[in-house]
């Protein structure tokens, strides 16, 4: 029954990778309730999705994810992110990813800086260190990577980010051609007030058919958010909800696969000091 048991979860992660397409695992219940679209909309966890973002953050923050794939202990994903914003010199950000199990799993390490250059165009950068462990004497494998992204907030309520992982087109292996995927991505959001925000994104991986993603947020109460978006490529529904109380930010959300089922997020975020 182990060994059964084993197989499946070795070919489910197989599946994961295939689907999403990337080891660079999109990170923070916020985005996750919204369709994934991170690209556009800065936060802490803008270090998983356009390292851009951190430049416009204005106090130092540290958060905890935890995404459990299809409600299967094995397929956890544990992710820990650090910003410190400085007066003059821009963002620095720090984050590390855990995928998987012992027999199985893929650690991801990333240190990020961020500048704005004016009041409304960021740019970011960020190198990664990606190491996958294979139990039953296979080892560990490390690869560094770089990504980069800009964002722009053109006018009040309007952003828009694009992002590049993975330049180099590094690989895991050389001997096996197994590659870190290169992945672009796209998108804008717009506020139409202070309670809706309203975002799309086109993520593109080289080697598969672009994903599009579309998010909605609502500002149902003073301090409470409901969330809603879907994704294609397979077409997945995602919804959740977000609480914020002076320094404390909490939220949670869910996304439906069509064959594989549930998944359900939660992040925790806390604000340390002023800018």
């Not at 609480?243 to 340390?272: E, R, W």
């Amino acid at each position: 029954m182990k060994k059964i048991y084993s197989t499946v979860i070795y070919f489910l992660i197989s599946t994961i990778l295939v689907l999403g397409g990337n080891e660079n695992y999109p990170v923070g219940a916020k985005y996750a309730a919204m369709g994934n679209t991170g690209v556009m909309t800065p936060s802490l966890w803008s270090t998983s999705h356009n390292q851009a973002g951190l430049a416009f953050l204005k106090v130092s923050e540290v958060g905890l994810h935890y995404n459990n794939k299809f409600l299967m202990r094995e397929l956890g994903l544990s992710s820990l992110a650090f910003a410190y914003p400085t007066k003059k010199t821009g963002t620095f950000g720090l984050n590390y990813n855990y995928f998987g199990y012992a027999k199985y799993n893929e650690n991801k390490i990333g240190l990020s800086y961020a500048k704005m250059f004016g009041s409304s165009f960021a740019a970011g950068v960020q190198i990664d260190y990606f190491q996958t462990h294979i139990d039953e004497g296979y080892g560990n494998k490390g690869v560094p990577v770089a990504e980069i992204g800009i964002l722009a907030q053109p006018t009040k309520g309007l952003y828009i980010g694009a992002h590049l992982f993975n330049i180099s087109r590094a690989k895991l292996d050389d001997y096996s051609n197994e590659k870190i995927p290169t992945i672009f991505k796209i998108g804008l959001g717009y506020a139409f007030s202070e309670k809706a925000l309203v975002c799309i994104e086109t993520e593109k991986d080289m080697d598969y058919k672009p994903i599009f993603k579309g998010g909605i947020e609502y500002q149902l109460l003073v301090n409470l958010y409901l969330r809603t978006g879907i994704i294609t490529n397979p077409v997945q529904n995602t919804f959740g909800i977000g609480y914020k109380m002076n320094k404390f930010k909490a939220d949670i959300a869910f996304a439906t696969h069509p064959v594989l089922g549930l998944s359900s997020h939660i992040t925790l975020t806390y604000a340390l000091s002023s800018k």
